[in-house]
Structures are given as C-alpha cells and as structure tokens.
C-alpha cells in the first residue's frame, strides 16, 4: 500500500511541478530583468524538481520547495557571470485605446527597471512577497536568510522603488501612491 501511495504523490508532485511554469517565470523574471535567462532558469528549476520530486514529503511545502530551487539556479548563475541589464516589456493585452495601452506599457516597463535596479536581495524578496504572496516565514526559507532580514529588505526595496518611480515620474503627485501590492 506504501508503494501505490508513494506512487500517487509521485504522480502528483510532477503534474503540479509541470504546471508551476508561469508562476516561477514571473519571479524568475523580476529576479533577472531578461526573458531568455528567466526562461532558462525556469526550465533548470523544473528539470531539477521533476527528478527529484521524490524528494519532497509534504505536498503543501511544494510552492517553496521549487521557489528554492529556482532560488539555487539563479545564485549559480549570478556566481557564473553577471546578469544581462536589458529589460523588455511584455506584450500586453488588447486595449480600448492606442493611448491607454502605451501608457500602461509605459508603466510596466518603468516598474520593471525600478525593480531591475534594487539589490539582488531586495529583488528576490519583493517578487516573492508582493508576486507571488508568500509568507515572510516562507521566503525566509526559500532564501534561507532570517525572517528580519526579509522584513527589512522588503521595507528597504519598497521604499527604494517608491523613490525611484517618483523620479521617473515627477509630474504625479506625491500623494499617490505609486506602487500597491500584486496578487
């Protein structure tokens, strides 16, 4: 019986780590500013997970388990050269107006640059945090950096990104606020 349900975990663990691709894309490319590396690592991460999926005994710490490895990978890469600058927007969804989608391309490629230009730490952090949802007690272990150090990364690169956006952007008032929490 040990063996049939060993099997089904199995069987589950590389269905959910197969379908996690988006969601490790999107952190993968806030870490990395560029498409072909976020995708690289994404792919990497997923290869790594699906062999040894085996590995992982609880299927509720799967998210955080692959944000590690995704974690992994991209410090090996980091080790092996610098990271390319280059950032290019996403293509974006239709919209009512010409006006209206090159204002919101405006401002996706703004954010991702004020994002591109924190600290690797502070860019690990926030993407999962304010990305992905995690808790801080999770992207603790992804990183495997105390909880406080989370926290005051997380408070750092915030406060970084909202002085950044207000220099690109000084004509909004400073009032309003620049940046909200993703979902």
């Known amino acids: 019986m040990k063996i ?3 099997i089904c975990t199995t069987l589950a663990v590389r269905e959910r780590v197969g379908g996690s691709r988006g969601r490790l894309y999107k952190v993968a490319l806030a870490w990395t500013g560029d498409r072909m590396l976020a995708d690289d690592l994404v792919q990497e991460a997923i290869a790594i997970g699906l062999s040894k999926g085996h590995q992982l005994r609880d299927l509720e710490k799967l998210y955080p388990w692959l944000y590690s ?6 410090r090996r ?10 950032c290019e927007p996403d293509s974006l969804a239709c919209e009512t107006t010409l006006e209206q989608q090159v204002e919101r391309q405006r401002i996706v ?6 994002v591109f230009r924190l600290p690797v730490g502070q860019r690990e ?3 999962l945090v304010d990305l992905e949802g995690f808790s801080y007690a999770d992207v603790a272990e ?3 950096i105390p909880i406080g150090t989370v926290m005051s990364r997380l408070n750092r690169a915030r406060k970084a990104l909202q002085q950044t956006l207000r220099r690109m952007n000084p004509e909004v ?11």
């Open 142 to 144: 992804i990183l495997e």
């Open 77 to 86: 890469h980091l080790r092996s050269q610098q990271p390319d600058s280059g």
């Open 69 to 74: 490895i995704l974690n992994n990978c991209w």
């Open 125 to 127: 952090v926030i993407s």
């Open 109 to 114: 490629q703004d954010v991702r640059q004020a």
């Open 4 to 6: 049939v349900s060993r």
């Open 173 to 183: 008032e400073p009032d309003v606020a620049l940046l909200r929490r993703v979902r």
